[in-house]
C-alpha cells in the first residue's frame, strides 16, 4: 500500500480536544491540497473525527470551518493554481468558498470507535494515560483488516510501551506535536528502534508538505520536550521554596517567574508556562514518566496545589484559566498567595520583588527582540552584561541558565537524543526560546 492510499481514509482521535483538533486541521489541510492535484482526481478523501460526544465535534467543526477559511484567504495564490481547472470559479471568493466546502466535507464527525476501523492512518491524542491509549488502539488493531499506522502524540509514554502492550506489531510511530499543532513548527519524531521504514518515511513526508520540522528523539518517557520542562519544573520549585525565606509566597512565585522570562528573556515565565499548559497536565506528565525512569521524577508542590483547587489551562475560547496567575484581558494582573489562597496584586507586590532582584543591566523582552535581526547581538551585549553583574537577580538568572545547560546536556548523556542540538531545536522552535539552553550565554 502506498502513502496516497493511507492518505485516502483517515482517523484522528481525540479530535475535538486542544491537540486532537489542531492535528485534525493540518490533515484536512494535507488531504483536500492532495485531493486537488490533477493526477488524484475522482480519488474519495475522508477524515473520521472521532470524540465523545457530538456537542465537542459540533465545536470542534466551527473551529476547523474557521480555520481553514483563514488558511484559504492567506494562501490564495496557492488554491488559484490548484482551481485553474475549475474554470467557471474566477472570483477569490467563490475559491475560497469553494476549498472551504471540499475541506469540511471530507470530515466525518463521530463518536464512536467503529469508525476508525477502516482507516489506513490512525493519529492517536487522546488523554495521556498509557491504559487509555492501549485499550483504544488494541480495539483498532483488533477490528482493523487494513493494517493501519499508527501516529501517537504522546509527550511521555515510551512508544514501545505502547506497541506492546497495544500488540500493534511495530505499526505505530511516536509523532509529538506542540501546541497549537497548526502554528508550531516542530514534531518531535520518536521510531521504534526496530520500526518499519515505510512508517518513518510517511511521517517525514507528511511533515515535508506541512512545512513541519522534525527532530528526533530516542525512545525514553518526556523524550526531549517535557524531559527538559518537567525537570525544569522541578528546579523552579526547589528555587521558589528557597526565596521563601526571604520573601512571602506570592513575592516569592513572582520573582521565580521574572527570573525565568525577563531575565532569561523567555515568552513567558516558568509558572505562567505551567498554568498556560495546565498544572494538572504537568503533574500528571511527571506521574508518567516519573514510573518509566530510573530516576525519582516527582513534584508534591504540584499535587498540593491541584488539591487545593487551582488547574490553570486554557477556555475553550483560547483565554487562560486562573492558576497560578489571575488573567485579565490576556494579562498576568495577580499572582497566588500559596499558602492563604489568595490572589494578589501584582502592582503591589512588584515593587518589591524588583528591588531583591536589584538587577542595574538593561533588560530586554522577549517581545523586543524575537523578531529583531539584531537578536544575536542584543543577547551577546545583554548576557555579559549579566554574567558581570553581581545583583541578586543577575545571581539568580546565571544559576538557573547553567541549570538549564545541565538538563540539557543530561538528556543527551542518558540517551534520551543523539545530539544537544536537538535540545536546542525543540527548546527554541516548540517553546519559543530565542537561544539553546545548552549552548547559552552563561559560561
Known sequence: ????????????????????????????????????????????????????????????????????LKWAEKNIVELRKQFIRR????????????????????????????????????FEAIIEDETAKTDVLRKIKVNNPNHPFFLSNTSAIPISVLDDKAGLDKHIIGCHFYNPPAVQKVIEVVELNDGLPELSQLVHGFATQMNKLIVEANDIAGFIGNGFFMREIIYAVDLYESLRKELSPAEALLAVDKVSHELLVRPMGIFQLMGYVGID????????????????????????????????????????????????????????????????????????????????????????????????????????????????????????????????QKLYDDGVTNSVDNVNSVMMNGFYYLYGPVNNFIK
Not at 491537540?19 to 485531493?35: A, E, K, P, Q
Not at 474554470?87 to 467563490?94: A, P, R, V
Open 1 to 68: 500500500m502506498n502513502n496516497l492510499e493511507r492518505y485516502q481514509n483517515i482517523s484522528v482521535l481525540g479530535a475535538a480536544g486542544k491537540m486532537g483538533s489542531g492535528i485534525l486541521l493540518l490533515n484536512v489541510l494535507h488531504s483536500v491540497r492532495l485531493m486537488h492535484q490533477p493526477q488524484h482526481a475522482g480519488k474519495t478523501f475522508v477524515i473520521h473525527a472521532i470524540d465523545q460526544n457530538y456537542e465537542r465535534l459540533e465545536g470542534l467543526m466551527k473551529y476547523l470551518k474557521t480555520q481553514v
Open 281 to 408: 497536565v504537568c503533574s500528571l506528565i511527571m506521574r508518567v514518566m516519573d514510573t518509566y525512569l530510573d530516576e525519582p521524577l516527582q513534584c508534591p508542590f504540584l499535587d498540593d496545589i491541584l488539591n487545593k483547587g487551582f488547574r490553570g489551562g486554557q477556555n475553550a475560547d483560547g483565554t487562560q484559566k486562573d492558576g497560578y496567575f489571575k488573567y485579565n484581558r490576556g494579562k498576568a494582573v495577580e499572582v497566588l498567595d500559596i499558602e492563604t489562597q489568595q490572589y494578589v496584586s501584582i502592582d503591589a507586590i512588584e515593587p518589591v520583588v524588583n528591588n531583591f532582584l536589584a538587577v542595574s543591566t538593561k533588560v530586554y523582552s522577549w517581545n523586543q527582540l524575537n523578531r529583531s535581526k539584531y537578536k544575536e547581538k542584543h543577547l551577546n551585549e545583554y548576557f555579559e552584561s549579566i554574567r558581570r553583574e553581581e545583583s541578586r537577580g543577575a545571581l539568580l538568572a546565571k544559576d538557573y541558565m547553567l541549570s538549564m545547560k545541565e538538563i540539557g
Open 87 to 122: 474554470s467557471h470559479l474566477i472570483d477569490n471568493k467563490d475559491i475560497i468558498e469553494a476549498f472551504v466546502n471540499d475541506a469540511i466535507s471530507i470530515v466525518k464527525p463521530s463518536v464512536t470507535i467503529e469508525s476508525a476501523y477502516q482507516s489506513y492512518l490512525i
